[in-house]
């Protein structure tokens, strides 16, 4: 794990790879959080977070998915739908420092009633019709930009 000052330097210097987990039950609904931390500070979104360095994407998603949503989730029970460029003008350090994130972005199905959600990340959740979701302008513009393969996606697996 990086110092925090090795950090902000990555930050300010490179891009940050992550998973974000779209997580959608039975009645076609996405589970989003109330971020409590910059960047997306306030706004409604997929839960997720960043690869470490040394760390494969299966313990990542393993260490994510624990944290993120309250239990494990193997890499291969999940359906990446692509990859996506989320870029702020700010950081969780500053208002000047930019922040480039590569998110790899996946479907996770589950059912609703087994969630035990952490709240580290996040200080509240709720589930959003998929049909709703574009709309909602509490929503961030980063858990909407999926929504076309998304929506591919829940066709090909019906």
């Known amino acids: 794990m990086l110092s925090l000052e090795d950090f902000k330097q990555v930050v300010k210097n490179a891009p940050l790879f992550a998973i974000d987990f779209v997580v959608v ?3 076609q609904q ?3 959080g109330q971020r409590k931390n910059a960047p997306a500070k306030g706004y409604w979104f997929v839960p997720g977070g960043r690869v ?5 994407l299966e313990k990542a998603f393993i260490r994510l998915s624990q944290s993120e949503l309250g239990y494990k989730v193997q890499r291969n029970q999940a359906w990446l739908l692509d990859l996506y460029d989320h870029f702020y003008d700010h950081s969780f350090f500053s208002e000047t420092v930019s922040t480039h994130y590569i998110n790899a972005t996946h479907v996770i199905k589950s059912d609703s009633n087994l969630l ?7 200080s509240e959740y709720r589930w959003i019709d998929i049909d709703d979701l ?6 961030h513009q980063y858990s909407k930009i999926f929504l076309p393969e ?9």
């Open 25 to 27: 039950n039975d009645k």
């Open 30 to 32: 996405i589970l989003v």
């Open 52 to 56: 470490l360095k040394e760390e494969s």
């Open 116 to 122: 035990d959600l952490p709240e580290d990340q996040h």
């Open 134 to 139: 574009a709309q909602n302008n509490d929503v």
């Open 150 to 158: 998304l929506k591919r996606w829940i066709v090909s697996h019906d």
